[in-house]
């Protein structure tokens, strides 16, 4: 069964923190590939930050230094920590996952589960 459903979306001022949290099944946990995307109204989607089943992470430039991807293995859960809000970081953010195979990292990922999303926005 595939669920991925978000939470801790809010509002914030800049310079704030959130901390997004993905709940999955655990078939969808079991994804070697995960990761969080965004967007923004009237822009297309953005790619926030990777994890592959190995731990390795990646990041968008815009993001690198201030957010942090996890999983919580006791929770099934992946999360994103996002510190130092920008006005800029305002957008739908959403989870993903990719059920594989894939042996070389998230590069060639499809992403092909989804969740419903969760808004963030934050204020000058």
């Known amino acids: 069964q595939v669920r991925l459903v978000e939470s801790g979306g809010g509002s914030v001022q800049a310079g704030g923190s959130l901390r997004l949290s993905c709940g999955m099944s655990p078939y969808t946990y079991a994804s070697p590939c995960m990761g969080w995307f965004r967007q923004a109204p009237g822009k297309g989607r953005e790619k926030v930050a990777t994890?592959?089943?190995?731990?390795?992470?990646s990041y968008a430039n815009s993001v690198k230094g201030r957010f942090t991807i996890s999983k919580d293995n006791a929770k099934n859960s992946l999360d994103l920590q996002m510190n130092s809000l920008k006005p800029e970081d305002t957008a739908m953010y959403s989870c993903a996952a990719d059920p594989g195979p894939l042996w070389l990292g998230c590069a060639g990922a499809d992403f092909d589960y989804w969740g419903q999303g969760t808004q963030v926005t934050v204020s000058s």
């Open positions: 994890i592959y089943m190995d731990g390795t992470t």
